[in-house]
């Protein structure tokens, strides 16, 4: 009886390991990206940039070419930031509206890093 046992338990062990496995598929949406004049930061809740964070580097024809999720530039890209108007390094400062219109003048850019599209920084010596 126990030897019946025995070879019953290893068979249903053999069957549930054979067995076909579900397959999880997760989706994310992000969404749109946010409308801001200026661009917006790279990192959650992506908030509009005042203008003079972002450098002309991330902007083709004027129009900003994202960050975050919401990226669409090239390969290994860093572009200038300048950490005077970043929230994380103590920012305080006016902030831009989400479907506002940049000013007609824009601020002289004066970059002091060089960011990915996600935030992080560049690698000592990158230019």
Same mark, same amino acid.
């Given at each position: ?30 969404? #749109? ?8 930061? #790279? ?28 990226? &669409? ?8 930031? *300048?950490?005077?108007? *970043? ?12 479907? #506002? &219109? ?5 601020? #002289? ?8 599209? &996600?935030? &992080? ?7």
């Amino acid at each position: 009886m126990l030897k019946s046992l025995c070879f019953l338990a290893v068979g249903i062990g053999m069957v549930l390991a054979n067995g076909n496995r579900a397959q999880a598929q997760v989706a994310v949406r992000i969404g #749109e990206p946010p409308v801001c004049p200026y661009g917006y930061y #790279e990192v959650p809740p992506y908030n509009c940039a005042p203008d003079g964070y972002y450098g002309p580097e991330w902007f083709v024809g004027g129009v900003f070419i994202g960050a975050g999720p919401w990226f &669409h530039g090239p390969e290994r890209f860093y572009g200038h930031v *300048d950490h005077h108007f *970043d929230y994380r390094k103590g920012y305080h400062g006016n902030f831009p509206a989400r479907g #506002e &219109h940049p000013a007609e003048h824009r601020a #002289e850019f004066h970059g002091n890093a060089m960011h990915d599209p &996600h935030g &992080h920084e560049a690698p000592r010596g990158h230019h």
